[in-house]
């Protein structure tokens, strides 16, 4: 029993004791480049990636949504058919705006253009797949659609032409007549704006 107690005491005295720092000395602080502990690794992990994030958002720039690329230099001079009713308004004039800031150029006389964007007017397709209990509200699906044509002026020959839809959503109350007109109107703008965007998809093709 005296044998036991005298090995344990004479391991306990031979281990080596922590240095303390004294004062005025610098302390070791742990770098950043040391390999994570594995409890915090996840939280280094998405770290890493949040900043890897924000440098790629610095470096893409700005982008229209929906357009893939810049516009090819056969869209410098791009005459788009003017098919709304209201002046700075309408798919037309949406689409001549996303076309100048995205790598090409319109003009407003067909005869100086070497590419004519031809727009049919939109048409629009509704049908009821909801009903309130008192039959006042109402949901409708409407599918806007127009058909776009790509034609090289100087050649005479069309390079394309593609059907675009969008599907909007709309609940109107039959109680509120003022209100429902003003809702499938802003309905419709949104429409436009998708299909404009989707129009650009479609001529970056070329």
């Known amino acids: 029993m005296i044998k036991k107690w005298a090995q344990t005491t004479q391991t306990q005295t031979t281990r080596p004791l922590m240095r303390q720092p004294q004062m005025g000395q610098p302390q070791m602080v742990p770098s950043l480049l040391?390999?994570?502990?594995?409890?915090?690794?996840?939280?280094?992990?998405?770290?890493?990636?949040?900043?890897?994030?924000?440098?790629?958002?610095?470096?893409c720039g700005f982008q229209l949504k929906g357009t893939a690329t810049q516009l090819s230099t056969r869209f410098d001079s791009t005459y788009v058919n003017p098919i709304d009713t209201l002046k700075n308004n309408g798919l037309s004039r949406q689409l001549e705006r996303l076309i100048n800031v995205n790598g090409g150029k319109t003009v407003a006389n067909i005869d100086d253009a070497s590419i004519a964007v031809n727009i049919t007017p939109v048409t629009t397709q509704s049908r009821q797949i909801a009903?309130?209990?008192?039959?006042?509200?109402k949901?409708?699906?409407?599918?806007?659609?127009?058909?776009?044509?790509?034609?090289?002026?100087?050649?005479?020959?069309?390079?394309?032409?593609?059907?675009?839809?969008s599907t909007r959503h709309v609940q109107l109350d039959d109680r509120k007549v003022l209100a429902g007109e003003e809702q499938s109107k802003i309905t419709q703008d949104s429409a436009e704006r998708d299909l404009a965007y989707r129009i650009m998809h479609y001529l970056t093709a070329f």
């Open 131 to 137: 009903l309130s209990s008192d039959a006042s509200l």
């Open 139 to 165: 949901e409708y699906e409407r599918i806007y659609t127009t058909t776009v044509t790509v034609t090289d002026l100087q050649s005479g020959v069309q390079l394309g032409q593609r059907q675009l839809s």
């Open 34 to 59: 040391t390999k994570p502990q594995p409890r915090g690794y996840m939280q280094w992990i998405l770290l890493c990636l949040s900043c890897l994030l924000m440098l790629g958002n610095l470096g």
